[in-house]
């Protein structure tokens, strides 16, 4: 177990509708970050944020945004859903800035989403 | 920005073969770099990782990596595998000092037969 826990862990839904997704770091851990993992493109960087604040960015669709909440946990929200947002979606927790906290990732089960 | 290539997307072994699976990152400056693993049904854990210092790394079950900083390569090795080692391996890299993207390589999923 790794402390870093996602719901729903499964969830299926239609082409147009917007879902949301939900992390809970570990105890403690500052940063959350997004990847979106499909069989084609792998582990994608979504986005980062830390302490509240959005700190990195990487390919996320301007249909999907995150925030952070100040008790720390994170949401991930999809919205217009396309068939080819089907994808397993991890949440991944770490100490601090990647510098100072090494960069260990700490990562959920992850979310699998269908979108039919 | 920095990306990461690894070379085989699936390998197959017999049990006490050795391992190499390749990674090469694209980025100049100063990296640190990590391979992790994600068994069947589990969640991703970090297996190793290089800051600086020795390009030798060891990490959990018995896995090393060396970085090569002239071939922007950090291989993954194992001189042994196990059935147990049947898993998905992902290379990633964090520009240091940049900013806090830790971006990872599409995966190399390894079967060991036993």
């Known amino acids: 177990d790794s402390g870093v826990t996602q719901t729903p862990k499964h969830l299926i839904t239609a082409t147009g509708q917007r879902v949301t997704l939900r992390c809970s770091p570990r105890s403690g851990d500052l940063s959350v970050y997004w990847y979106q993992q499909s069989l084609d493109q792998g582990l994608q960087f979504l986005i980062q944020y830390y302490n509240g604040e959005e700190r990195a960015k990487g390919n996320i669709l301007e249909r999907f945004s995150a925030q952070q909440f100040p008790d720390l946990h994170s949401e991930l929200n999809l919205s217009s859903l396309e068939l080819g947002d089907s994808a397993l979606y991890f949440c991944?927790?770490?100490?601090?800035?990647?510098?100072?906290?090494?960069?260990?990732?700490?990562f959920g089960e992850g979310s699998r989403l269908t979108v039919l | 920005a920095q990306s990461v290539s690894q070379h085989n997307h699936h390998v197959i072994l017999s049990e006490a073969a050795s391992l190499e699976l390749g990674c090469n990152y694209s980025?100049?400056?100063?990296?640190?770099l990590f391979w992790y693993v994600q068994y069947p049904g589990q969640h991703l854990q970090l297996l190793l990782k290089y800051f600086s210092g020795d390009p030798l790394v060891k990490g959990i079950k018995g896995f090393e990596a060396e970085f090569i900083k002239s071939k922007f390569s950090f291989n993954l090795r194992k001189p042994s595998v196990q059935w147990s080692d049947t898993a998905e391996y992902f290379c990633a890299v964090n520009a240091r000092n940049r900013d806090d993207k830790i971006i990872f390589g599409k995966g190399t999923r390894l079967h060991i037969l036993p």
């Open positions: 991944a927790s770490s100490g601090g800035l990647a510098g100072a906290s090494r960069g260990e990732l700490f």
């Open positions: 980025y100049g400056g100063t990296v640190n």
